[in-house]
C-alpha cells in the first residue's frame, strides 16, 4: 500500500501505519506539495492524507487510479469534490468534533483583540508613542452582556453559545434550517439574517464553504450592523466580499473585524485590508492548538487505516459513498 502525505507530519501517531506500507510524505514543513508532484504522486496512491491547502478535483480523480480513501487533517471539505469522490467509490474522511472548542476559542479570542483593540494599542507602544494613562486611550467594546450572533449553528456554533453563556452574553443565530431542541438546550433565539445583523454586537461567521454562502456577507448585509458591532470570521474566506469589508470598515461603519480566513489564502502583506487599524488578521488557525491539531492527525490516520482496509470511516463526509 502506498500512502501519500500532502504535508509534513511529525508525529508519533504514525508508528500506527503498519511497517509495510510505503509512505511518500512532502517534506517541506511550511510549503504545499506543487500540484505537479501531486498528480504524479498520487497516481499509485492508495491513500492519500490530505488538508485544506490541496485542491481535490475531477483533474485530481482522474489521475487517482487507485485511490482507496482520501483523509482530511480537517473538518471543512469544501477543496474536495465530493461528488467526484464518490462517483469514484472513494470515502472522503474529515476530523468534525476534536476542534470545536478550540475554534469557538479563536473567535472569542478575535472578538476579545477587536474589542479591546489589542494589536492596535501593542503597536502604540511598539512605536514608543505611549505618554501617560489616558481617560479614553484605546477605549474599546465590552464582551460581557452584549449580543453574539452566531452565522451557522453547527458543532463549533452550540460551543461558541456555551462559551458566550459563560460570559453573559445573549446569543441569537441564524441557520440555513431552524433548530428548536438547540434553542431550549442552549437558550439561543433564532433571528434571519438581516435581524441578527441589525442586533448583534459580536457577529461570528461558521457557515461552512458553499454555493449558498458565497459573499454571504456583502456591503448590504455589513451596513445592517451596528457603528459599535464586531465582525469575526473563522469559517471560510468565500462567505466574505472583502472589498465590501475593506470598504465597510474604512468609512468606520463597524467597529472592526476579525478573521482567520480569507478569500485568497495566504493573504498578502499588500492586501488594503491589512492597512486598517480595525482589522485584525491571523493566518487560518482557527484548531491551531497543539492538542487539537494531535487529535486531528490522530483521527485523520485511523479514518486513513480503516479505508485502506475497507471498514467505515470514524467520521464520513459522503456517506453515500457506502450506499
Ligand atoms: C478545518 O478543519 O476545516 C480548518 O479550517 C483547518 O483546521
Redesign the pocket.
Known sequence: MKILFTRSIQSPMLSMIPEDYEVVMWKEENSVMPRNELLKEVADADAIFT??TDLLDKEFFEHAKKLKIVS??????DNVDIQEATKCGIPVG??PDV?SEA?AELALTLMFACARRVVESMQFIKDNKWESWGPYLFAGQKISGAKLGIIGMGRIGKILAQQAKALNMDVVYYNRRRNPQTETELDVEYRDLESLLKESDYVVMLAPASQETYHMMGYEQFAFMKPTSVFVNVS?GSTVNEKDLYKILSEKKIFAAGLD?FEEEPIRKEHPLLTLDNLIAVP?I???TQETRDK?VEIALKNMLKGLNGERLLHTVNEEVYE
Open positions: 488538508n485544506v482530511l487533517m480537517a473538518v471543512g471539505f474529515h476530523t476542534l475554534v471560510r480566513v487560518h482557527g484548531s491551531g486531528m
